[in-house]
């Protein structure tokens, strides 16, 4: 690449071999045989816990560290081989700590992207000057560049640095954490820059802690899990539950974001009654108490079943998305003879049935029948009663009824309530019978 190359094309794409990469310090193997390809327009997402080895493999990606044992090939040939500037030529790496020191302006500190591409006492040319201003513009930098580096806030020196690298017009962008410290707007627009980059046939591989946003903008993720990679694969496929819990310990559903349509991941609080709640679950009732339920109990590794539900209600998405069964009714129609068959088998089948937030009224009478009087039932209130309450004397005597036998809880303690209500003894049918009369 000369001064004069503008922007790369995407023949300028550079490939990335990492080959049984191994790399201590001291006594402490932090990265034990890792080995990796990242194909030209790809861009990878790493993630993994906290001193899983994520910057150690960065660094070893752009030289700066040499590996104990393996090689990193970029383009082809060993890093290690190439001089710096070669290097520099090929990576540029937006580091987490940007560790500028010295109070240069922001100017000053994109154009030293540049220096691989001048000689050493030559002036900056055209092309250097028109890959700063564009480097500014793109990050939305331009508006202080003339402001000292040590005076912008830490995001906007996150953002600076990231203009350095991109003036550095490189085949590969190396992105330790490059959205910690921005806010949500422009982690948004950094990580579409990437893709733009991306695009244009380049290859980029970025450290992300945020797991919905690297599933959102990585083309492929890398789990990293002491210093060894676990896991490879597109996003969908390597975000879930068990991966999650081998890397990161971590008790957590991944559905998918009805805005994004990519994964989104939730974190939940880890509890002892886990281990106690029964293999199958039935969930009746909608919404977002009965999806938060369904989401705690995916996450326990109980299969649910929900229903009745009508087709667009939160918890069934989500249900369906982890590929739970579903009873699903048309809208504010009576129970018909065989939904409510199916409930009833699915409530047989299950060890316990969640009651979560049920709408009380005549519209769901028929099914309230087939709950009254059962023991292994967790009554789950989130919205007080007297929004759930659409009038009918029945339906609310009935559901007194489920509250009376059942469990009835907050959500913030459902596990536990499902864990109470197993350990009941449900009633014989003729006993359900007597109760009814
Ligand atoms: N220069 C060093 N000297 C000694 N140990 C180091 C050095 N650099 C990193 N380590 C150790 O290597 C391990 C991996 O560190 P690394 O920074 O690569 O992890 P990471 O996955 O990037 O973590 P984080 O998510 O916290 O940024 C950690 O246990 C860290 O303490």
Same mark, same amino acid.
């Given at each position: ?268 609080? +880890?509890?002892? #009654?886990? /281990?106690?709640?029964?293999?199958? =679950?039935?969930? &009746?009732? $909608? !919404?977002?108490? *009965? %999806?938060?339920?369904? +989401?705690?109990? #995916?996450? /326990?590794?109980?299969?649910?079943? =929900?229903?009745? &539900?009508? $087709? !667009?209600?939160? *918890? %069934? ?23 409510? %068959? ?96």
């Amino acid at each position: 690449m000369t001064d004069g190359d503008a922007l790369p094309t995407a023949r300028e794409g550079a490939r990335i071999d990492v080959e049984d990469v191994a790399v201590s310090f001291g006594e402490t193997a932090v990265l034990e045989d890792v080995s990796l390809t990242i194909e030209p327009g790809e861009f990878v997402g790493l993630v993994g816990p906290n001193g899983a080895g994520k910057t150690t493999l960065l660094r070893a990606m752009s030289g700066s560290l040499e590996p104990d044992r393996g090689t990193v090939d970029v383009d082809g040939a060993p890093l290690h081989e190439r001089s710096s500037k070669g290097a520099s030529r090929l990576v540029a790496v937006v580091p987490q700590n940007t560790g500028l020191s010295f109070s240069f302006d922001v100017r000053t500190v994109v154009e030293m992207g540049r220096y691989p591409h001048r000689s050493r006492f030559s002036p900056p040319g055209e092309a250097d000057r028109e890959a700063v201003d564009r480097a500014l513009e793109r990050t939305r930098t331009a508006q202080f560049a003339d402001r000292p580096i040590d005076e912008v806030s830490g995001g906007e020196r996150q953002r600076v640095v990231l203009a350095r690298a991109i003036a550095q017009q490189t085949p590969v962008l190396l992105l330790d954490e490059p959205t910690a410290s921005l806010d949500v707007n422009h982690q948004i627009e950094t990580l579409e820059l990437v893709r733009e980059f991306v695009a244009e046939g380049r290859t980029a591989v970025a450290a992300i802690h945020d797991l919905d946003l690297a599933a959102r903008y990585c083309d492929r993720l890398v789990v990293l899990s002491e210093g060894a990679v676990l896991e490879s694969g597109p996003p969908e496929s390597v975000l879930n539950r068990n991966v999650l819990a081998a890397a990161f310990d971590a008790n957590a559903v991944v559905t998918e974001s009805p805005v994004t349509r990519t994964p989104t991941v939730s974190a939940l609080r +880890a509890t002892d #009654a886990e /281990a106690t709640v029964p293999d199958r =679950v039935h969930v &009746v009732g $909608g !919404g977002s108490t *009965a %999806a938060s339920v369904v +989401a705690e109990l #995916a996450a /326990a590794d109980c299969t649910c079943t =929900v229903g009745p &539900v009508t $087709g !667009g209600d939160a *918890a %069934a998405e989500l249900a369906r998305g982890q590929g739970f069964e579903t009873i699903s009714v048309e809208p504010f129609a009576p129970l018909s003879d065989v939904d409510r %068959a199916a409930v009833r088998g699915a409530i047989e089948a299950a060890g316990v049935t969640v009651v979560a937030d049920l709408e009380v009224g005549a519209g769901n009478q028929l099914l309230l029948e087939e709950l009254a009087g059962r023991e292994s039932i967790a009554v789950v209130e989130d919205r007080p009663f007297t929004e759930r309450n659409h009038a009918g004397e029945r339906a609310r005597e009935l559901y007194e009824r489920c509250r009376q036998r059942g469990v009835v809880t907050p959500p913030t303690d459902v596990l536990e309530a499902i864990a109470e209500a197993a350990t009941r003894t449900e009633p014989s049918r003729t006993e359900l019978e007597a109760d009814d009369d």
